[in-house]
């Protein structure tokens, strides 16, 4: 059971409520000022890493495009390229900052697919921990508690600080 935790498609179940109109365009186009009200960690030349605030396990980091664009045969090379080494960044800033054992990575594209923002290409890194089956029914009643992502938030922030000095 634990080893087949990873169901993609439960990801749009959990991103469950969202706001009107794209998540990923709306939280970028806001001002940076907002980008920690937002959970947003870093922006690229053309995409972002973000937080996500409905997470599968502690740390749970979005990466996307700025460009509203559905799959990733869609996007400029150079905006695929970063894209990756986005979700390279996210995977190093895991690991510096919480210390997860794995990772899930991946992207459901499409509502068949179990896209929670079925229009907007975006990628999940999701660490994993050896019983995190077990954080995460503990999670699933603490997800909604400001503290824990702002705590995972400030973590990952210092991480980036010490990646980019
Ligand atoms: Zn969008």
Redesign the pocket.
Known sequence: MPETMWTPWRLGYIVGERPEG?L??LKSKEPREKDKENYILHRGRSGFIMLNSFPYTNGHLMVAPYA?LASPELLEPEVLHEFIDLTGLSVALLRQAIGPEGFNIGMNVADVAGAGVAD?LHMHVVPRWKGDTNFMSVLADIRLIPEALNSTYERLAEALRQTLK
């Open positions: 794209c990923f365009c509203h907007h």
